[in-house]
């Protein structure tokens, strides 16, 4: 079992959570709820499901509905939903019970072994097992094909490069540790992370305290040119989901970045700028550096960047 085998579910079902926020200890509102399976034939439900849970998780007292990230069946949720997040309740509308269930159902799908989620066929059919649609299999099968080419999980093949204080070359490489780790709204980990929670708890892994949200991030620091960013700068964004800047992330050096883009994604490194960046250059604002000591943010400088 791997992530990207989770994350390509999770995509298909519900585009991770589009549409909803996931708060930091996983719950999301308004809640992930499918189609009512009413034989209708809408997502290839060809039958009716009658109501198992009184309309407890779906809504609806008369028929069920998937629900939650991975669109389990509350018939199913009653006798194997996860307690992943260990709060006292396996709830399906929240991610990390969500997320848990769905492995438990794919590596106990198989009636009388287990499955090798490495071989391709056996894959496959548990796929099938979970949802039997070929359209469907094929589609989740695309998306752990992409999502297992980023090799997020290798934080080890980005080196920090020589450049700017020690500070900053600590932060970048705490940075880089969280690599592949799940975008949580309001995250600050250990598990998971918002844009400014990273780039905080970066920064205090390396001795300095900054501001905890993007907005006050960005009056740290000296503002510096991109031409000038050295490992630990802060990049800052306005990506058009607020007042600016709305995203931040953090330099490390040879045009790349550590970023936590946003809910359904992971930490990953990528381009400042160019074609296979998750923020358009058009985003950019200016480049803060490393704070107090140092401090940076960026995006193609719409204002200037800050050092420290």
């Not at 509102?29 to 189609?35: E, L, N, R, S, T």
């Not at 469907?136 to 752990?144: F, T």
């Not at 540790?177 to 990273?198: I, T």
Request: glycine share 10%.
């Amino acid at each position: 079992m791997t992530w990207a085998i989770l994350a390509g579910i999770g995509r298909e079902e519900s585009d991770h959570a589009s549409g909803s926020q996931i708060a930091s200890n996983g719950d999301t509102a308004p809640p992930v709820v499918g189609p009512i399976l009413n034989g209708s034939g809408v997502g290839n439900n060809q039958t009716p499901h009658h109501d198992t849970d009184d309309g407890r998780w779906d809504g609806d007292a008369t028929y069920d509905a998937a629900v939650g990230v991975t669109q389990l069946l509350p018939a199913w949720w009653a006798g194997r939903g996860v307690d992943a997040n260990a709060d006292g309740e396996a709830d399906p509308h929240n991610v990390f019970d969500a997320t848990a269930s769905t492995a438990v159902e794919l590596c106990t799908s198989h009636p009388n072994d287990s499955v090798d989620f490495t071989d391709h066929e056996q894959l496959r059919a548990a796929l099938f097992r979970y949802n039997p649609w070929d359209v469907y299999v094929d589609n989740v099968l695309s998306h752990i094909d992409e999502y297992s080419a980023m090799n997020l999980s290798d934080a080890g093949s980005h080196a920090v490069l020589a450049g700017g204080s020690e500070q900053g070359r600590i932060a970048v490489e705490w940075a880089l540790n969280q690599v592949g780790k799940p975008y949580l709204w309001g995250g600050e980990g250990p598990h998971a992370f918002d844009c400014s929670g990273l780039t905080m708890m970066a920064w205090r892994a390396a001795g300095v305290s900054i501001p905890r949200v993007t907005t006050d991030q960005v009056h740290v620091g000296t503002p510096v040119t991109l031409d000038a960013l050295a490992p630990g700068d802060l990049l800052f964004y306005d990506t058009g989901s607020g007042a600016p800047p709305s995203h931040v992330t953090m330099y490390v050096g040879d045009g790349q970045m550590v970023n936590a883009p946003r809910t359904g994604t992971t930490i990953r490194v990528e381009p400042v700028t160019g074609p296979r960046t998750t923020l358009p250059a058009s985003c950019l604002l200016p480049v803060h550096s490393e704070p107090i000591n140092e401090f940076s943010s960026t995006t193609e400088p719409l204002i200037p960047t800050v050092r420290g």
